[in-house]
């Protein structure tokens, strides 16, 4: 497993199709409890375009949707997971995550709005003995490849709270970012889909080019 993720860390981002031809893809998280994971069928696609032209990166433009039960999770070195409603993971699902997540995978959570409680509830099956730290303006993930000094941008207002980034770190890694009250995943979606401002879309795309940088740098 450790020779996988090295082996994908090392194609991914050498600047030519090799990792395409590999089949290096990320995924969309599939989860229960009705919430719509399939929410905002645009922004990762559009992100993948963003990331391989603007930072030379050579991934899949085919994104996989993955179950939180499926094994083939472990092929996908980025996971991606956002909704609105309620999510559910069975404790199989929850040890399944946990797997991924420790054996070098990355899940990425962005709450679409109504998520919050859920993701907290479900997220303490998958590390019962972890708390969400929220990430200093100081963290790499904000400095990636695009400086972001105040943290998240704000893409959509919900509650009118200032944007947050939590992480879940295990043994010293950070392993799941998850942004509360920032929308990343409507900020990539096609512009004619919420009519934001081409300036605040390229905000949204460069945060989720450090949160993919990131991911595979660390």
């Excluded at 709270?161 to 509360?180: E, I, N, S, W």
Aim: hydrophobic share 40%; charged share 20%; proline share 4%.
């Amino acid at each position: 497993m450790r020779f996988f993720w090295l082996f994908v860390k090392l194609t991914v981002f050498v600047g030519y199709s090799f990792a395409q031809e590999s089949g290096i893809q990320i995924g969309l998280l599939k989860y229960r409890g009705g919430g719509d994971w399939y929410a905002n069928p645009t922004s990762l696609p559009n992100l993948v375009k963003f990331c391989n032209e603007q930072l030379k990166t050579s991934i899949s433009k085919q994104i996989v949707t993955i179950d939180v039960s499926d094994n083939a999770m472990f092929e996908l070195p980025f996971v991606h997971m956002t909704g609105h409603g309620n999510v559910f993971f069975t404790a199989s699902e929850a040890d399944n995550l946990r797997r991924y997540l420790i054996g070098g995978g990355f899940l990425h959570i962005s709450d679409n709005y109504g998520m919050d409680a859920f993701v907290r509830r479900e997220m303490k099956k998958v590390f019962p003995e972890l708390e969400w730290v929220e990430l200093p303006f100081s963290h790499p993930i904000y400095h990636a490849k695009f400086d972001f000094k105040a943290g998240l941008p704000k893409v959509h207002e919900h509650d009118q709270k200032a944007p947050q980034g939590f992480g879940l770190f295990y043994q010293g890694r950070l392993v799941c970012f998850y942004d509360y009250e920032c929308d990343l995943g409507d900020g990539w979606e096609d512009r004619e889909v919420h009519n934001d401002p081409e300036e605040l879309r390229q905000k949204a795309l460069k945060m989720g080019g450090n949160i993919i940088w990131y991911s595979f740098t660390n």
